[in-house]
Structures are given as C-alpha cells and as structure tokens.
C-alpha cells in the first residue's frame, strides 16, 4: 500500500501499521510516538492484548525503527508500563499519561497524534503521521483542515 492517506503543505499521513513505513523514511529532526499499550482496548482491529512476549518484541523493533530514524525521541507511556518503556527507551524522552487520561479534541487517546500535527502545521514543519486506524486518521485530517480567522482590523 504505502501511499499517503493525506498530504498537504508539509504534512503527510499514513494509514498503515508504522513497520511498514518506517522503512521507507530518511532521516527526520524528531520521533513523536503513542504506541499502543497491550492493554486490551479496541482500536479498529488493531489486536492489544498480545502475549508479553510478543508485545515486548513489537515495541523493541519499532523503537529500533525509531532510533534509527531520529536522536531526538518523544514516547507517550502510561504510569502502568513506565518501567518497560524506561527500560526500552533509556536516551528517549517519556511523557507519561495517567490511566484513562483524556485529551481537549474528544477524550480519546489519538489526541496526541492530532496535536503533534496541528503543531506542526502551525510552525510551518514537515511532519509525517502514522496511524493504523482510517477513523483517527479521518479525525485529524478534519482537525488539519480547520483554520483560525485572522481577527485583527485591518488598516
């Protein structure tokens, strides 16, 4: 597949699992990721409840993938998981969430992905998202399109 679910001025979004792309990418200034947790939550036909192991493998090959893709590495982990994503990620930054924890857009766990994108947008930066399921990436191509009118008078 490997084609671009959306791409407009600088920011590009892949409706894939991130294996498949991530070879397909040069170099890049900064990884951003929310992986999936193995907690058994639905997400699309994605499978979260692997076998330890298994999921252990996963997360070791995608942050290797990352690695060699940027220095700077930014993970969203749950409190539940720290000390694996601490283990796996020990030069990476982690940004760790509460369970449940919501986000401003609509309470749901993608937040993360659309703020990562917005704000690129906004700075003028090149960014590149994946995202497994059509649904949140749908979500953000809709949040991408929304703009903020200029409301200074003009002179």
């Not at 407009?8 to 409706?15: D, P, R």
Request: proline content about 5%; charged content about 30%.
């Amino acid at each position: 597949m490997n084609k671009p679910y959306y791409d407009k001025n600088g920011i590009t979004i892949y409706c894939e699992d991130c294996r498949n792309i991530f070879p397909l990418l040069g170099k890049v200034d900064l990884v951003i990721t929310d992986p999936p947790y193995n907690c058994g939550k639905e997400y699309d036909g994605y499978k979260d409840d692997l076998p330890d192991g298994e999921y252990k493998e996963i997360m070791q090959s995608i942050s290797d993938s990352c690695r060699k893709l940027a220095a700077n590495q930014f993970w969203v982990a749950p409190r539940y998981k720290l000390e694996f994503f601490q283990s796996l990620l020990q030069d990476s930054h982690l940004i760790v969430i509460r369970r449940g924890a919501s986000g401003p857009f609509r309470g749901g766990w993608s937040d993360q992905f659309e703020i990562a994108l917005v704000a690129g947008k906004k700075l003028g930066r090149r960014c590149i998202g994946i995202e497994q399921s059509e649904k949140y990436c749908e979500i953000a191509v809709k949040r991408l399109a929304q703009e903020v009118m200029d409301l200074k008078e003009s002179v």
